[in-house]
């Protein structure tokens, strides 16, 4: 499947009822947004893709120069950081739904395995800090309360120097 | 309606008393700006007019070539940003006139729903971020400043991963 | 009024229907936790007392020696951070009561002037940061989702090199 | 009951068969050691007695001279730190069995209401921190880690500048 590059967001064109692989993406694996006639992909969904061997990322829609994945990598690390990344692929593997997670102030939203954003509300909400980090008990605190208002559990994913990840639950609690 | 690409800005040529439409964009919402005879349309209001099907843009004024909404949309995100249409979009689909804040450090001046910007001042400017960014606290109080110094307040429009906006009204304040 | 530093706690002794102002500190104005016969105060609480000259602190409840303000103001500039303390005294001198906003992730709960914590909810959660702090888009959507979630809003204040407070209120809102 | 304060220990001397109360504190209620004749309590429980009025705690025990409250919370609040006391008061009088967390690097083990330390392993790792405090995320992935690794769960307490202490689960999981 061919993406283009542009403005650190991919666009894959739907040339009607041909590019059923980049609906389905949408459909099936909730990968993006369909504006007309593109599905556009975060830079991160992008690069999934791409790892996966199921995406090639062009310079632009005018271009036949494919991009190199560190290329990529790089626009990663200098934008959302590439423990974000990390944390995405990760879940994604383990078979998660993945969405923002801005308007609770964390990373990402999760879905369980085999359910879709429109079947209800995502069940976790994850934080992600690296293992040099300092987290400030308010911080901690705020992070907690989003996700106790709203329901969720807080996932906490803490990406060390190796880019492993180890993951905490973290719930507010009246023992 | 024709409108005609041309460095950035697509212009609809308006002849004597035919095209009523587009001095109604005009006039009564507010889109683009009278030279001349020919109205002149931002990149971004175009392409809000095209996507609503309501403008075609052209090559050029002599080339009876259609542009793609790929196209644009690619003109958009290596120059605008494509946040910015983001916004632009979303606020203009809720009813609000829109003007350029170029002036006043931010994206946009936004005019309550049925006022037109010569019947008085607008009421919020809006600055757009992305959920990736840092605030740094000191382009925070410029923002804010910038809008009490001219009587708005400011809009803080936060774009996520997914393209979905989060607001914030910001307003300072002496408790 | 006497109080003795322990712990970065200063303690009143009240003797017997004796120290009716340190029991009107407690019931009127809302300072301090009352422990048997002791009324505690956090090291900020003291400190304000203590600049107003209404406390004085000793050095430990056996000692005669009274504590320099310098002495104090330090303790609070290891611990709190002295921005809590300005923002605090500030709020406090404007008449706002003021309570800890550790659950909210935020320095304080502030309930309008004449309102006492028993009354009903606090109005406002108040978050310190410096002018020279980067905020990170996700760290206010999680001080202004959890302010939402609770219906209070978001006071931000931001403290100057000098040592000066601005204040923004910030509301999530949908335009 | 009589308690003898010596070097931060508060003993009770049991007189054969007659201070039925002191070995049921420690039988039924798990408080303090055995030693010989001697039950030994920690300042932290003693205190805890002295508040319920079940312990009188003298200077020493050749003196007549009892104790006031505010000298013993002195004690405390120069060794183990009020925060502590407070923490313990709290899940004590939500009826946990509570001991020393010391071997575990945290403050306290907890066991369930009714469970008593030798019918099985505590359940819980208390792990207490201030409010002030910005939890290293290698402090924090040691805490739990430990927990982990004797099948116990983390639960943070977190107190704040009025004393109120906010609690949290966390658990290692492999999502």
Redesign the interface.
Known sequence: MRG?L??E?V?I?IQENINQKAISLNQKSSFG?L????L?L?I?EAFYLMEKGRLSIYK??ESDEKLEANYIRNIIKE???YA?YLVYRD?KD?G?II??G??????FR?YERGKLPGDGHSD?LVKI??????????????????AH??KKTL??A?VDDEEDI??????????
Chains 1, 2, 3, 4 share one sequence.
């Open positions: 283009d542009s403005d967001i666009t064109t947004k504006e007309g006639n593109v556009e975060s991160i632009n829609s934008n959302s950081g974000k879940l383990r998660y969405k923002t801005f308007k609770y102030g964390s990373e999760l976790y800090i690296h293992e040099n980090y300092d987290i400030h008990a308010l911080d901690f605190a705020s992070y907690v309360r989003v208002g709203v996932l906490l803490v180890t993951y905490y639950w973290v719930e507010w609690t009246k023992p």
